[in-house]
């Protein structure tokens, strides 16, 4: 007995490490651009102190709140706040910013995550964050756990000049700084692709450095202009937003989580006359026509839908098809439900593919791995009929032996 | 033999090259005249160019933000600040003699506020001359003995804490107020002050905590403002003066009954502080006017011509003129308005503006004929008061603390019209609590903008990089002139031993000439050095003169003139006569005298500016070519030219108007008119300068004065 059972349980043991192998080269092998879009992040920063800088916290909480409306779970925000306008003595609405005079809206309401605050938002923790490496104390709530399949929002909002930033009123980020941290992001496979958006006097020079492909960046304004600030509250006694991330959020105001208007529709309703400055977007590193991609893509959590027929059938990341466009509003509110459902199981399966790949020798769900295990299928079946043939003759044999 | 060959090789070589600046300083040394008098037109041209150069003033400070908050004042609050001016102008309240009664409203209204509320009380100290104080922070250990119940000053102090602020820091409103006397104006400024007091106390936005002192101008505005900075800044340990404040009845009073009326208020007996002061302002407003609209008076020079943050001068006059409407004015000396030769001045400017203009339309430095004499006008009189050393109202005191501070002089176009009140509470009011609502932004000190400027205008200023250039012209040709007269003096003597001995003695003989004559400049040092120490002597005698009781102005005066000269006559005596050992060993010895001065002038002119530009600045332009022309009489006597002539005159002239009593008496002619000039204005004027531990009183007495002496001596050297 135990003669033909071990050779058949050698065959599996030998086996399965070589689907494992074969399973993960292939999934290493494939190019990244083919990762799938899989998850969203923001990475929120508001990079300037002190009271008459009361606009760029306000700016970075309104983009919070639109990306937070638009899908992005709170998980999956990175909140910078170099200052606490909401509690500064000088508010005349104590725990409150609003970003209008009309104060409809108080950006600091409930459920607001802020990560890294006050004298936390340096540079160098800005750039452990794009990076990735923390301390180990750093809780998970303060990392960007990003991967090759996100899309990453990186908005960044303060006082720069030619090619760098101020943080904290004492340090700076230069083009150089920022172009190597996304570098660095894009050699650990910690995005897919990037919109770096950034309002700050001279901001499109900030991009001057930045080579790694899948980068798009759209700043407030070309080299040796400044941004300026929308309007100024009378009541509070500051100026409230910036022009650019004004009409950024006036746009975003017009949208939905089914809205499917394109990042290029975002970057052509910036005027310049408004803005009092040049909007520039850097798009020689990105390879997808920007008419072609959805707002949401960045600023929600809205991803491409593949279409299967059954839960567990047929999900092949080759054979995934490019998202239509031009489908129609009806059809895309079955289709984001869809969407935001692959959604889920796409993260549970970027963390379970090694199970998955063990459990796949018996269960064998996935189309790709059943033809390589057709072959060792018929060899198993055939050692299995062998068996139950060998049962009469052993019977026949221990017979004829009595 | 072959070192001798060296030698002579060397000897024959060409002289190693001189560095650039070496001889850029003997080509100036050489021609040192033309030097002189080209550096100082420049300088005086420079001068009057400073109106032309001014630049328009502009906010520094991001933090300020003035006027980006509207205002809240409200009506209701100028009806309470209205009330306040009935219940204080209201004839009841004046029926005690010292004024209690309308302290003690005071205090019930702030009380009424929520604010905390202390009496602060103070015995007037008498400004007097220490001599070993200038420059020194007012000393907090000192206390009077001689004080008695009946002369004491009561300042009513109110303090706002900020409702969610740390408290660290505060900002100062004083309002001053004599309750014995007080007009109508003083009563509207503490009304403007109460309204706007009435609204910060409802406010949310305060970071800093707010200090309003009434302070009892019955002994001056400054004394009651400086006796309580004194206390606020320095504590005072000593048991000493609690006891003796209760032993007045009438303080005692005063207090017994307020914590009787309001018991478990806030009111407290003891001192009570807030924060470090980010700045403070002086309300006042102007009884009589005669102006057409309101107008604002902007006063800032305090002690020593230290001047308040132009960022503070900016804001207050960015809001009065943009937000309320109301003129602003810096002081000026109105008598330069209509003269007419300052009228021309700016005309040529004008038109020179022009033709550069048209020659190239980028130039644009021109400003109408019109504009340049009120600037001028406006410079002279910054330059002036920041000159004199004195502040110009209480904002001084705060200065000593390094405390930014201004005083705010409101003249409204006067009628008792009800309507006209009400307005004149509300924009004076809002002017106020815009001021203190940007310096509440501020995250730290005013430091942004400058320190050192002179005004052309309350939105125009000359800073310190522009003025500095037309005092530097002026000093500059001092250390060329004083070498190229040490190299002549050394020079010519050497000459005409050279002429009368023989070549071959010279050899001898040289070596230890020379080294004589190198050293001679120190007979001449000497005497500058005894001529500076009669100097400080001078300085230290109105001292001991003022110790003499029941002194008039003017005896006071003829004691100090007679004692100077006595002292001057026995130090020359007693420390040998260098004059007449001048006379016998040389006869250059006036230009080696004359040399020294003008290096110690320029020495005491270059430390002056430091200390005080303006005084400074005032010094050169009467000493320096007081110095430079000083050449004995007899010499221009004997020469006989128009040349020699001319210098003669103008030497004599000098010599009058810069002795410093004539200097003074000038300008008080010029300024007020020669009429009521008396010889115990000047004692006075002395008094005041050394009250105010004015630097200019000692630079007049150890720099000016010696200097004038010297000189003088040299127009009267008997060579």
């Given at each position: 007995m135990e003669t033909f059972i071990n050779p058949k349980s050698l065959f599996h043991l030998l086996l399965l490490p070589c689907l494992l192998l074969y399973s993960s080269i292939a999934y290493n092998s494939?190019?990244?651009?083919?990762?799938?879009?899989?998850n969203n992040w923001a990475v929120l920063v508001c990079t300037s102190r002190f009271w008459f800088n009361y606009r760029h916290m306000a700016n970075t909480l309104s983009l919070y709140r639109t990306v937070k409306r638009l899908g992005i779970p709170d998980e999956r925000i990175i909140l910078m706040l170099a200052d606490d306008m909401a509690c500064n003595?000088?508010?005349?609405?104590?725990?409150q910013v609003f970003?209008?005079?009309?104060?409809?809206?108080?950006?600091?309401?409930?459920?607001?995550?802020?990560?890294y605050r006050g004298y936390e938002v340096t540079v160098e923790n800005f750039l452990r964050v794009l990076?990735?490496?923390?301390?180990?104390?750093?809780p998970r709530s303060k990392?960007?756990?990003?991967?090759?399949?996100s899309h990453i929002l990186l908005y960044m909002t303060g006082h720069g000049g030619d090619e760098f930033l101020k943080f904290q009123d004492s340090e700076e980020l230069q083009s150089h700084d920022l172009a190597d941290a996304v570098k660095q992001m894009k050699e650990k496979h910690r995005f897919k692709e990037l919109l770096i958006m950034v309002d700050t006097?001279?901001?499109?020079?900030?991009?001057?450095q930045l080579q790694s492909p899948g980068v798009l960046a759209i700043g407030s304004?070309?080299?040796?202009e400044n941004s300026y600030s929308h309007h100024l509250d009378s009541d509070v006694g500051?100026?409230?937003?910036d022009r650019f991330t004004y009409y950024t959020l006036a746009f975003f105001e017009?949208?939905?989580?089914?809205d499917n208007a394109s990042l290029s529709s975002l970057f052509s309703s910036y005027n310049p006359s408004l803005l009092m400055s040049t909007a520039y977007y850097r798009k020689?590193?990105?390879?997808?026509?920007l008419e072609e991609v959805p707002v949401t893509n960045f600023f929600g959590s809205v991803m491409e839908t593949i279409h299967t027929d059954?839960?567990?059938?047929?999900?092949s990341r080759r054979n995934s098809g490019r998202f239509e466009d031009e489908m129609s509003l009806d059809q895309s509110v079955h289709h984001i439900k869809r969407r935001m459902l692959i959604k889920v199981n796409d993260g549970d399966e970027i963390h379970d593919i090694n199970p998955e790949g063990e459990e796949g020798a018996s269960k064998c769900p996935w189309s790709t791995f059943r033809n390589k295990f057709q072959k060792a299928e018929n060899v198993d079946s055939l050692l299995n009929y062998g068996l139950v043939a060998m049962i009469p003759l052993l019977v026949i044999s221990t017979w004829l032996v009595q | 033999m072959a070192e001798t060959k060296e030698k002579s090789l060397s000897d024959e070589k060409p002289k190693p090259r001189v560095r650039p600046i070496v001889r850029l300083g003997i080509f100036l040394i050489s021609h040192s005249f033309h030097f002189s008098v080209v550096c100082c037109t420049a300088g005086v041209l420079a001068l009057f160019l400073l109106p032309v150069l001014a630049k328009n003033t502009y906010?520094?400070?991001?933090?300020?933000?003035?006027?980006s908050a509207s205002p809240m004042l409200s009506n209701q609050h100028v009806s309470d600040g209205n009330r306040l001016v009935k219940d204080l102008t209201?004839?009841?309240?004046?029926?005690s003699e010292t004024g209690i009664e309308s302290h003690k409203i005071i205090a019930q209204y702030m009380l009424d506020l929520g604010a905390e509320v202390s009496f602060h009380k103070f015995h007037p100290q008498m400004n007097q001359?220490?001599?070993?104080?200038?420059?020194?922070?007012?000393?907090?250990g000192k206390i009077q003995e001689?004080?008695?119940?009946?002369s004491y000053g009561i300042n009513t102090v109110g303090i706002i804490r900020?409702?969610?602020?740390?408290?660290k820091e505060a900002i100062v409103l004083v309002t001053p107020y004599n309750?014995?006397?007080?007009?109508f104006g003083e009563a509207l400024s503490l009304g403007i002050a109460y309204s706007v007091f009435s609204l910060l106390t409802q406010?949310?936005?305060?970071a800093k905590d707010i200090i309003w002192l009434v302070a009892d101008?019955?002994?001056g505005e400054y004394a009651a403002v400086a006796a309580w900075l004194r206390e606020y800044q320095t504590p005072k340990f000593s048991s000493l003066s609690t006891p003796n404040a209760e032993m007045c009845p009438d303080v005692n009073n005063l207090f017994e009954l307020k914590g009787h009326s309001?018991?478990?208020?806030?009111?407290?007996n003891s001192f009570r502080r807030a924060g470090t002061m980010a700045s403070a302002l002086v309300l006042k407003v102007r009884d009589q006017n005669e102006q057409f609209e309101d107008t604002i008076s902007i006063y800032a020079e305090a002690s020593n011509g230290q001047m308040p943050n132009l960022d503070l001068i900016n804001v207050v006059n960015y809001l009065a003129v943009h937000r309320q409407g109301l003129r602003v004015n810096v002081e000026k000396l109105?008598?330069?308005?209509?003269?007419s030769w300052l009228k021309s001045l700016g005309e040529i400017f004008e038109s020179l503006a022009k033709v550069a203009k048209s020659l190239y339309p980028k130039w644009k430095f021109g400003i109408p004929a019109t504009e340049y004499v009120e600037g001028t006008a406006t410079l002279a009189s910054s330059l002036y008061y920041q000159a004199l050393?004195?502040?110009?109202?209480?904002?001084g005191a705060f200065r000593d603390y390094q405390v930014d501070a201004i005083t705010l002089e409101i003249s409204p176009k006067?009628?008792?019209d009800k309507v006209w009140r009400n307005d004149i509470l509300l924009r004076g009011g809002r002017l106020i609590e815009g001021v203190i609502r940007s310096v509440n932004n501020?995250?730290?000190?005013?430091?942004?903008?400058?320190?050192?400027y002179l005004l052309t205008s309350p939105s125009k200023f000359v800073s310190v990089g522009v003025y500095m250039i037309a005092f530097a012209l002026l000093i500059a040709p001092l250390p060329m002139v004083a070498a190229s007269l040490y190299v002549d003096a050394n020079s010519s003597s050497n000459c005409s031993k050279g002429d009368s001995s023989t070549p071959s003695a010279i050899t001898d003989t040289d070596e230890h000439s020379i080294a004589i004559r190198s050293w001679r400049w120190l007979n001449s040092a000497k005497l500058v050095f005894i001529v500076h120490l009669w100097g400080a002597i001078v300085s230290l005698l109105p001292y001991f003169i003022s110790q003499?009781?029941?002194?008039s102005p003017t005896t006071s005066f003829m004691i100090w003139v007679l004692l100077s000269i006595l002292s001057l006559l026995t130090l020359n005596s007693v420390l040998a006569s260098p004059l007449a050992c001048a006379k016998a060993t040389q006869e250059k010895e006036w230009a080696l005298v004359k040399s020294v001065t003008i290096s110690s002038v320029f020495i005491g002119l270059g430390l002056m500016s430091v200390i005080n530009f303006a005084t400074a600045e005032i010094g050169a332009l009467l000493m320096v070519p007081m110095c430079l022309l000083a050449q004995p009489l007899k010499l221009d006597v004997r020469a006989g030219t128009l040349r020699s002539f001319c210098r003669m005159i103008c030497n004599l002239v000098l010599g009058h108007i810069a002795f410093p009593p004539a200097a003074f008496f000038l300008l008080k002619g010029m300024l007020d008119?020669?009429?009521?000039?008396?010889?115990g204005d000047f004692w006075m004027w002395v008094e005041s300068l050394w009250a105010w531990n004015s630097a200019t009183y000692l630079f007049i007495g150890m720099v000016q004065l010696p200097c004038w002496v010297l000189c003088i001596s040299i127009l009267f050297h008997t060579c």
């Amino acid at each position: 007995m135990e003669t033909f059972i071990n050779p058949k349980s050698l065959f599996h043991l030998l086996l399965l490490p070589c689907l494992l192998l074969y399973s993960s080269i292939a999934y290493n092998s494939s190019p990244v651009e083919a990762a799938m879009h899989t998850n969203n992040w923001a990475v929120l920063v508001c990079t300037s102190r002190f009271w008459f800088n009361y606009r760029h916290m306000a700016n970075t909480l309104s983009l919070y709140r639109t990306v937070k409306r638009l899908g992005i779970p709170d998980e999956r925000i990175i909140l910078m706040l170099a200052d606490d306008m909401a509690c500064n003595t000088r508010n005349k609405y104590p725990a409150q910013v609003f970003n209008n005079e009309n104060h409809r809206l108080n950006l600091y309401g409930d459920n607001v995550e802020v990560d890294y605050r006050g004298y936390e938002v340096t540079v160098e923790n800005f750039l452990r964050v794009l990076t990735g490496r923390h301390e180990t104390a750093v809780p998970r709530s303060k990392r960007l756990l990003s991967d090759e399949g996100s899309h990453i929002l990186l908005y960044m909002t303060g006082h720069g000049g030619d090619e760098f930033l101020k943080f904290q009123d004492s340090e700076e980020l230069q083009s150089h700084d920022l172009a190597d941290a996304v570098k660095q992001m894009k050699e650990k496979h910690r995005f897919k692709e990037l919109l770096i958006m950034v309002d700050t006097c001279q901001a499109a020079t900030l991009f001057n450095q930045l080579q790694s492909p899948g980068v798009l960046a759209i700043g407030s304004s070309m080299k040796g202009e400044n941004s300026y600030s929308h309007h100024l509250d009378s009541d509070v006694g500051v100026s409230v937003v910036d022009r650019f991330t004004y009409y950024t959020l006036a746009f975003f105001e017009r949208l939905n989580i089914y809205d499917n208007a394109s990042l290029s529709s975002l970057f052509s309703s910036y005027n310049p006359s408004l803005l009092m400055s040049t909007a520039y977007y850097r798009k020689d590193l990105y390879k997808r026509r920007l008419e072609e991609v959805p707002v949401t893509n960045f600023f929600g959590s809205v991803m491409e839908t593949i279409h299967t027929d059954a839960a567990y059938k047929a999900l092949s990341r080759r054979n995934s098809g490019r998202f239509e466009d031009e489908m129609s509003l009806d059809q895309s509110v079955h289709h984001i439900k869809r969407r935001m459902l692959i959604k889920v199981n796409d993260g549970d399966e970027i963390h379970d593919i090694n199970p998955e790949g063990e459990e796949g020798a018996s269960k064998c769900p996935w189309s790709t791995f059943r033809n390589k295990f057709q072959k060792a299928e018929n060899v198993d079946s055939l050692l299995n009929y062998g068996l139950v043939a060998m049962i009469p003759l052993l019977v026949i044999s221990t017979w004829l032996v009595q | 033999m072959a070192e001798t060959k060296e030698k002579s090789l060397s000897d024959e070589k060409p002289k190693p090259r001189v560095r650039p600046i070496v001889r850029l300083g003997i080509f100036l040394i050489s021609h040192s005249f033309h030097f002189s008098v080209v550096c100082c037109t420049a300088g005086v041209l420079a001068l009057f160019l400073l109106p032309v150069l001014a630049k328009n003033t502009y906010i520094s400070e991001n933090a300020l933000m003035p006027g980006s908050a509207s205002p809240m004042l409200s009506n209701q609050h100028v009806s309470d600040g209205n009330r306040l001016v009935k219940d204080l102008t209201n004839p009841n309240s004046k029926s005690s003699e010292t004024g209690i009664e309308s302290h003690k409203i005071i205090a019930q209204y702030m009380l009424d506020l929520g604010a905390e509320v202390s009496f602060h009380k103070f015995h007037p100290q008498m400004n007097q001359f220490h001599p070993l104080h200038f420059f020194s922070s007012p000393d907090s250990g000192k206390i009077q003995e001689n004080y008695s119940c009946s002369s004491y000053g009561i300042n009513t102090v109110g303090i706002i804490r900020a409702p969610h602020g740390d408290g660290k820091e505060a900002i100062v409103l004083v309002t001053p107020y004599n309750a014995l006397k007080s007009g109508f104006g003083e009563a509207l400024s503490l009304g403007i002050a109460y309204s706007v007091f009435s609204l910060l106390t409802q406010v949310t936005w305060l970071a800093k905590d707010i200090i309003w002192l009434v302070a009892d101008s019955q002994y001056g505005e400054y004394a009651a403002v400086a006796a309580w900075l004194r206390e606020y800044q320095t504590p005072k340990f000593s048991s000493l003066s609690t006891p003796n404040a209760e032993m007045c009845p009438d303080v005692n009073n005063l207090f017994e009954l307020k914590g009787h009326s309001i018991s478990g208020s806030k009111f407290s007996n003891s001192f009570r502080r807030a924060g470090t002061m980010a700045s403070a302002l002086v309300l006042k407003v102007r009884d009589q006017n005669e102006q057409f609209e309101d107008t604002i008076s902007i006063y800032a020079e305090a002690s020593n011509g230290q001047m308040p943050n132009l960022d503070l001068i900016n804001v207050v006059n960015y809001l009065a003129v943009h937000r309320q409407g109301l003129r602003v004015n810096v002081e000026k000396l109105w008598s330069l308005l209509n003269s007419s030769w300052l009228k021309s001045l700016g005309e040529i400017f004008e038109s020179l503006a022009k033709v550069a203009k048209s020659l190239y339309p980028k130039w644009k430095f021109g400003i109408p004929a019109t504009e340049y004499v009120e600037g001028t006008a406006t410079l002279a009189s910054s330059l002036y008061y920041q000159a004199l050393g004195v502040p110009t109202g209480p904002h001084g005191a705060f200065r000593d603390y390094q405390v930014d501070a201004i005083t705010l002089e409101i003249s409204p176009k006067f009628s008792l019209d009800k309507v006209w009140r009400n307005d004149i509470l509300l924009r004076g009011g809002r002017l106020i609590e815009g001021v203190i609502r940007s310096v509440n932004n501020l995250l730290e000190k005013f430091h942004q903008s400058f320190f050192l400027y002179l005004l052309t205008s309350p939105s125009k200023f000359v800073s310190v990089g522009v003025y500095m250039i037309a005092f530097a012209l002026l000093i500059a040709p001092l250390p060329m002139v004083a070498a190229s007269l040490y190299v002549d003096a050394n020079s010519s003597s050497n000459c005409s031993k050279g002429d009368s001995s023989t070549p071959s003695a010279i050899t001898d003989t040289d070596e230890h000439s020379i080294a004589i004559r190198s050293w001679r400049w120190l007979n001449s040092a000497k005497l500058v050095f005894i001529v500076h120490l009669w100097g400080a002597i001078v300085s230290l005698l109105p001292y001991f003169i003022s110790q003499i009781p029941d002194c008039s102005p003017t005896t006071s005066f003829m004691i100090w003139v007679l004692l100077s000269i006595l002292s001057l006559l026995t130090l020359n005596s007693v420390l040998a006569s260098p004059l007449a050992c001048a006379k016998a060993t040389q006869e250059k010895e006036w230009a080696l005298v004359k040399s020294v001065t003008i290096s110690s002038v320029f020495i005491g002119l270059g430390l002056m500016s430091v200390i005080n530009f303006a005084t400074a600045e005032i010094g050169a332009l009467l000493m320096v070519p007081m110095c430079l022309l000083a050449q004995p009489l007899k010499l221009d006597v004997r020469a006989g030219t128009l040349r020699s002539f001319c210098r003669m005159i103008c030497n004599l002239v000098l010599g009058h108007i810069a002795f410093p009593p004539a200097a003074f008496f000038l300008l008080k002619g010029m300024l007020d008119g020669f009429g009521n000039a008396n010889v115990g204005d000047f004692w006075m004027w002395v008094e005041s300068l050394w009250a105010w531990n004015s630097a200019t009183y000692l630079f007049i007495g150890m720099v000016q004065l010696p200097c004038w002496v010297l000189c003088i001596s040299i127009l009267f050297h008997t060579c």
